[in-house]
């Protein structure tokens, strides 16, 4: 089928499942819930960090830090895919499009720089116990943070600026429940060699880049917990990084298969599925991963709401 040009300048429609109709509203249900969990989830994460002096730590500023990233990550998604389910008009404006996806993709690359402060935060904590505390300073891991919004900020100005150039066909639907950049190249009608060669190489640095240090961080962490006698110590090295390794899992996993893999219809319908996994289901399960496995965080959360035992505050 031949493709129509037209201006760049236009509105786009998002698709999701809008071919079945009658899930529309078991849809809003569903997804309503989920931003009502991780927007709970990752609150009480953040005031029981903020309350409790004996969580004033790297690690858990760094955890508060994640909680406030997926709190605006799935803000700038969430209420517009609410508002699709129920609205007969689905598009959104040229300006709302730019706006959405880049914070998409700035805030999808501030999470994986903050993973890997994450990865060096346990590696010190592991490896060079003694010397945590003057290591993981206030001021560097505030500069980790900033570092890792501000590494971000230009990287995505470019690929903007190249999908701005595009001319787009004159039925702007993106098959997709928000604005993300494959199935917005679907959508031109010129060539899209430059935005896919610029999208490969940002891809490169914001996935690879950051997972280099994770990578070496836990390879030194597993030989330091290897040469350890206690299987009692190896339990409790893998206890304190196992939410961690498991977050950055399903982040990155889900992540790498949707720029990696091919563009066929196929491959796009699946990519759907998984931008949806590491944009709305990750930052849900996040909260519960650090929850159920961190016990300073489940007695502040029994104290919070009062079920705590009389031994756990004693």
């Given at each position: 089928m031949i493709k129509e040009n037209h201006t760049a300048?236009?509105?786009f429609i998002f698709v999701g499942y809008s071919e079945l109709p009658i899930l529309q509203v078991l849809l809003f249900v569903v997804f309503l819930l989920i931003y009502m969990t991780i927007i709970t989830g990752n609150v009480l994460i953040i005031y029981i960090i903020v309350t409790n002096p004996s969580l004033d730590t790297p690690m858990y500023f760094f955890?508060?830090?994640?909680?406030?990233?997926?709190i605006f990550y799935t803000s700038v998604t969430?209420?517009?895919?609410?508002?699709?389910f129920v609205a007969q008009n689905k598009t959104i404006s040229f300006v709302g499009w730019t706006a959405q996806i880049y914070f998409v993709l700035f805030l999808r690359g501030t999470e994986c720089f903050l993973l890997a402060t994450m990865a060096y935060d346990r590696y010190v904590a592991i490896c060079n116990p003694l010397h945590y505390k003057l290591i993981m300073c206030k001021e560097l891991c505030l500069g980790l943070v900033t570092g890792a919004l501000i590494i971000n900020m230009p990287v995505y100005i470019?690929?903007?600026y190249l999908l701005f150039t595009l001319l787009y066909c004159s039925t702007c639907e993106i098959n997709n429940f928000f604005c993300d950049i494959p199935p917005v190249l679907e959508l031109a009608c010129a060539d899209t060699f430059a935005s896919e060669v610029y999208m490969a190489a940002a891809s490169a640095l914001i996935l690879v880049l950051p997972f280099c240090p994770i990578f070496a961080s836990y390879v030194k962490i597993i030989f330091v917990i290897l040469k350890m006698p206690s299987v009692e110590g190896w339990k409790k090295?893998?206890?304190t990084c196992s939410s961690h390794l498991i977050v950055v899992s399903l982040f990155y996993g889900s992540a790498t298969i949707v720029y990696v893999s091919s563009r066929s219809k196929e491959t796009l319908i699946v990519n759907k599925l998984l931008s949806l996994f590491y944009t709305i289901l990750i930052p849900m399960l996040n909260p519960i991963i650090y929850n159920l496995r961190n016990t300073e965080v489940k007695v502040s959360l029994r104290k919070l709401f009062g079920t705590c035992q009389p031994d756990c505050t004693s």
């Open positions: 300048l236009s509105d955890l508060k830090s994640l909680a406030f990233l997926e969430l209420p517009k895919i609410l508002v699709s470019g690929q903007i090295l893998f206890a």
